[in-house]
């Protein structure tokens, strides 16, 4: 009977599992990591310097009381800089995933013998965002993580997120940010070398364009790889958003 009962439970678990498994086969692997070419500076032109003209050289050389410099030069105005907002709820309405967002920062834990920093995770059904990726409405790169097992589930289904469906982010100063899937890869992760590891982890370093970036293990029950889901902002739908307000 306990055996009965213990496969029961269990069962469901197994069949996810597998289900997941054989959904692995239509993500791609990631690409090979192509870095940009390096440019050469290029050599210095010598500029030659022009001769006063006859108005620069009738100018008499009176020097001018530091106070009176100061006085004549203009007051500038300090104007406020938009820090961007952080993202505080996630919306993924293709899988039904409604999911509040805190911020996270790193833990040491012992791996091979060797004390490594890793993210953190929410231990309960939250996306954790890496609190020094960029915050929603600026260039850089917005990093969201979540458990697919266990703590929650919070991102159970993301594997079942396709290119072209949309998610949106909710911020902290009230505005929702849409976005499209435009990318989504495998990457192999447990018993690879460091170099493939440091490899995967470009996916969580900043960039120079706009994007969230969704990571979570898979298949479920499983920490062989790591799925990514990259979306890119919808400037058309933002714009919808804030003609309906």
């Known amino acids: 009977m306990l055996l009965l009962a213990g496969g029961a439970l269990f069962l469901p678990r197994l069949l996810t599992y597998a289900e997941t498994l054989l959904y692995t086969q239509r993500i791609p692997t990631a690409p090979p990591f192509e870095p940009a070419p390096v440019v050469a500076n290029p050599e ?11 108005a620069q050289q009738d100018v008499p050389s009176t020097p001018v009381e530091p106070t009176a410099m100061l006085t004549a030069m203009p007051t500038a105005t300090p104007t406020e800089v938009w820090q961007g907002t952080a993202p505080v709820t996630l919306t993924v309405p293709t899988i039904d995933l409604v999911a509040p967002v805190v911020p996270i920062g790193w833990k040491i834990e012992r791996i091979s013998g060797q004390d490594q920093a890793i993210w953190d995770v929410p231990d309960w059904r939250a996306a954790g965002w890496h609190e020094d990726t960029a915050p929603l409405g600026l260039p850089g790169n917005t990093v969201l993580n979540g458990h697919n097992t266990a703590n929650g589930e919070v991102f159970r289904n993301l594997y079942k997120v396709e290119v072209g469906e949309q998610l949106l982010l909710t911020g902290e100063d009230g505005e929702v940010y849409v976005y499209d899937v435009g990318e989504k890869y495998i990457l192999r992760e447990a018993g690879q070398p460091l170099s493939v590891r440091q490899e995967n982890a470009r996916y969580i370093q900043g960039t120079p364009d706009e994007r969230i970036t969704l990571v979570t293990c898979h298949p479920y029950g499983s920490l062989a790889n790591r799925l990514v889901v990259i979306a890119y902002p919808v400037v058309e ?8 307000n």
């Not at 739908?237 to 309906?244: K, N, R, Y």
């Open 44 to 54: 210095p032109t010598a500029t030659a310097t022009p001769e006063p003209t006859s």
């Open 237 to 244: 739908s933002i714009m919808d958003l804030e003609g309906a």
